[in-house]
């Protein structure tokens, strides 16, 4: 949960980078979150999380997610706070956690 004090720190150092014209990537941001506040540090580290998830797709973005059937169940392996990595025919697939419904 951020505080105040924490998306305070944050905002501003978003808009030190788009004063100062940079390009950056979704790992810049969290290292600016890191930066912001330290205890933010491992927010998005990839931790073994085992669950039954239900997927639920989207149909705009079906494309991406093309191995996997709607209404079917499959058991996660890893999540870092916003995506599934799920063993498939053993291969391991990162997928948003949008795509899912959980179901334990």
Not at 3 to 17: A, E, N, Q, R, V
Not at 81 to 91: F, H, K, R, V
């Amino acid at each position: 949960m951020l505080f105040y004090g924490d998306s305070y720190d944050i905002k501003h150092l978003f808009l030190k980078m788009k004063r100062a014209n940079y390009f950056y990537f979704s790992n810049d941001a969290k290292d600016l979150i890191a930066t912001a506040n330290p205890k933010f540090k491992d927010v998005y580290k990839r931790r073994k999380c085992i669950r039954k998830l239900k997927y639920i797709g989207e149909e705009e973005y079906d494309h991406i997610a093309a191995n996997f059937k709607k209404g079917k169940i499959y058991t996660s392996a890893h999540y870092n706070g916003s995506a599934y990595t799920i063993n498939l025919n053993g291969e391991e697939i990162v997928v948003g956690s949008l795509y899912f419904e959980r179901v334990s």
